[in-house]
Structures are given as structure tokens and as C-alpha cells.
């Protein structure tokens, strides 16, 4: 059934039509409701003048497995008001893509937001995760929420919570603004990054506050022009850049701005992360105006990472980390080594800048940096005090 609804005057959802997945059949009761959702969907994207699919307040939506696919025929606004909980069936994502939950693909102009709250249901998952069951082989998980090939995006207002692995994940989009995202889940809860973005341009992420077992945000290969502000992260594994490799097919990352952030109880501080061998480049990047409480590592480039049960054997080619500047970071650090920068003999990190730095360890005491082929200068305050010797 059809509904028209009508907002300001100034917006282009003036008169648009309105999907109500309850219309078509959607009960919110505890049973799936994935049919109705694919009709509703089928409804909304199929119309020729803008449309909102309500999701409406007080009830909790049981879904499988769901593509919101487009390309859609009219603007589409998305108003999650109520509930939307994932089955708790891992059998449900047999057969199919297990690193979805709800994919929005290939729409343009969409705008998704209302307030309300979606539910990974990730304990099954986290439980039978080879990271927390070292016996069973690795297997993927789904990302919550996935906006693929997307453009002129905005995802506002929303409460993110348990997913089964990845949050959030921006794949392949251009033109983003993801703001008043509230996401949490367990700290002992496995690869739940918070916010992934990868293969994006030119994104703003602002005002979101992120607890998670893994990276708040992270930021990989193809993403450039990405700004992070305003954002609370902890506990977690920081917020970081990189995981690049040989093995990424857009193996870059450049024009980075994390503006404004307070990090608590995390893993790491902000981190430029990758693996060796490979090339390509994580450079121009900037991390300023930031508050470290308690974080074991406040500061920290590792050319080395290896995220592996064996050892990563040392390679001569690498991903080159150039022009990076650290503005007005304080606060204190939970182990001793507060500034960490661990380059590749082979292509050495450069351009690093230190300005107004001042870290020192939780509960007093002067912290410390470590340093390996890089290349470094410091502008105003720096404590701790840079290496001694730049290589």
C-alpha cells in the first residue's frame, strides 16, 4: 500500500511516497520477516518519485540474510524507527554470501537513518569463531551493514550493535557522510570492527561513538580523501590505516584526516598497519587534536604487521608510509613504549612529523620511544622525546 508523507518544503522528500514494511507484511513478532521486507523493497525501489521505507518504532524485525538492491528508479530515504535483529540460524547463510547480513548495492542518492537500532545477534558466531575456538578453521562472518558501490550516501542516527563480525562497512563508495553512529559490541567479541571503509572516496565519518573487539575504525586499500572526526573509540583496537599487502588489489591509501578523537582503554592509539611484501603507499595523512586515556599503543607505525599463527618471514619489498603528521596528541599511554615506529629496511617510512606531542605513562612516569628505519622530524613539544637516531 501506498502513503504519501510530507516533509519541509526544502527537502526533495516533499510528497514522497511511503513503504510501510508492516503494509506488506512484516509483523515484528519474532518470525522472520524477510518476504516482507524483499516486497517492500521491490515496491520502493521500483518508484518513479522519491520514497521512504519506514521501518517503524516499537517492534523488533527478525531478518535473513536481505540485498536492498538497486540501481533504484527515484531517491530513497530508509527509516529505521524500530528493531531489526539477524536470525540466529548460521544455517540460514548456507549456500549463500556468508559476509553479508543487510547489503545495499549499487544505490545512489540513498539516505539511511531514524534513530533506530540493528542487532547482529553475533554470539553464535563470535562462539564458533577460529580466533576464539583456535581448533576450528577460519571461516566468514557477516558485516551487519554493507553500502557497496554506492554514491552520494548518507547514513545518520543509527544504533549499530553485536554484529557478527565487521559493523558498518563502506565497499566501493564515493561522496559518504556517516554521522551519530552509535556502535558497540563485547571487547572479547572477534573482528567486529566498528567502521570498515575500503575502496572509498572522499568520505566523512563524524560525531560516532564506537566500542568493539577490533578496530573503531579501519581504513584500507583504494580509500582516499577519508575524514574521521569527532569520534569516541573504546575499548578496541584504535583506529587504524592499512592492513595492505600484496594481496590487496588496490593497494593504497592516501589523504587521511582523523580531526578530534578520544581514545580509551584500546589496544592501540591511531596505527598505520602493513604487511610485508607488496607495494603501493599509505601517505598523506593526518592525525591531530587527539585524547590517549590509558591506550597501550598511543602511536604506532608497523611495517611488519602479521596477523598469522606462523611467523611472517621478512621480505625486501614493502608498502611505503610517507608524509604523515601527528598534531596535539595527549594523554597517557599503558605501556612503556608510547611512540612506536617499526619501518622496512627496504623502504624505510619518511616525512613523519611530531608536533605538540606530549604522552606519558598511566599512573606517571616518563614513556618512552622506539624506532626502526624512519625518517622523522619534530616541530614544538614532543614527549616523549623522538628516538636518538633516526635509523
Known amino acids: ?5 510530507d516533509y519541509d518544503s526544502s527537502s526533495s522528500y516533499n510528497k514522497a511516497v511511503l513503504i510501510d514494511v508492516e503494509d506488506y507484511g512484516a509483523k515484528g513478532d519474532g518470525r522472520d520477516d524477510s518476504e516482507a521486507f524483499e516486497k517492500a523493497w521491490g515496491v520502493t525501489c521500483s518508484s518513479s518519485q522519491p ?14 540474510p536481505l540485498t536492498f538492491q538497486g540501481p533504484c528508479k527515484s531517491n530513497v530515504k530508509v527509516m529505521i524507527e524500530g528493531s531489526i535483529e539477524a536470525s540466529s540460524d548460521q544455517s540460514d547463510w548456507d549456500g549463500k554470501d556468508e559476509r553479508h547480513w543487510l547489503l545495499f ?5 540513498l539516505e539511511v537513518g531514524g534513530g533506530g537500532t540493528i542487532d547482529g545477534n553475533g554470539n553464535i558466531w563470535w562462539q564458533n569463531s577460529c580466533k576464539i575456538k583456535t581448533s576450528l578453521p577460519c571461516r566468514d562472518a557477516p558485516t551487519a551493514m554493507t ?8 547514513v545518520n542516527d ?19 557522510h556517516a554521522s551519530q553512529l552509535s556502535i558497540s559490541s563485547p571487547e572479547s567479541s572477534p573482528n567486529t570492527d566498528g ?7 572522499n568520505i566523512n565519518i563524524t560525531n560516532c561513538a564506537i566500542q568493539t573487539g577490533d578496530d573503531c575504525i579501519s581504513i584500507v586499500g583504494g580509500s582516499q580523501g577519508v575524514k574521521a572526526m569527532s569520534i569516541t573509540c573504546g575499548p578496541g583496537h584504535g583506529i587504524s590505516i592499512g592492513s595492505l599487502g600484496s594481496d590487496d588489489s588496490e593497494n593504497y591509501v592516501s589523504d587521511v584526516v ?5 581514545l580509551t582503554g584500546t589496544t592501540n592509539g591511531v596505527r598505520i598497519k602493513t604487511w610485508q611484501g607488496g607495494s603501493g603507499y599509505a601517505k598523506r595523512i593526518t592525525f591531530q587534536n587527539i585524547n590517549m586515556n590509558n591506550v597501550e599503543n598511543p602511536i604506532i607505525i608497523d611495517q611488519n604487521y602479521c596477523d598469522s599463527k606462523r611467523p611472517c618471514d621478512e621480505q625486501k619489498s614493502a608498502v611505503e608510509v610517507s608524509d604523515i603528521l601527528y598534531k596535539n596528541i595527549k594523554g597517557t599511554s599503558a605501556s612503556e613504549i608510547a611512540v612506536d615506529f617499526q619501518c622496512s629496511k627496504s623502504v624505510p ?6 608536533q605538540d606531542i606530549n604522552l606519558v605513562k598511566e599512573g606517571g612516569g616518563t614513556a618512552k620511544s622506539s624506532c626502526k628505519n624512519v625518517e622523522w622530524t619534530k616541530e614544538a613539544q614532543t614527549l616523549p622525546e623522538p628516538c636518538a637516531e633516526n635509523y
Open 1 to 5: 500500500m501506498k502513503h504519501s508523507i
Open 51 to 64: 520514497v521512504t521505507f519506514m521501518v517503524a518504532s516499537d517492534k523488533k524485525y527478525k531478518l535473513k
Open 105 to 109: 548495492d549499487e544505490i545512489n542518492d
Open 147 to 154: 553500502f557497496s558501490n554506492c554514491k552520494n550516501l548518507k
Open 158 to 176: 543509527l544504533s549499530i550493535r553485536n554484529s557478527q563480525q565487521i559493523h558498518v562497512s563502506f565497499e566501493s563508495c564515493s561522496n559518504v
Open 195 to 201: 567502521i570498515h571503509v575500503t575502496g572509498t572516496q
Open 258 to 262: 582523523v580531526d578530534t578523537a578520544t
Open 349 to 354: 617510512c619518511h616525512g613523519i612529523v611530531l
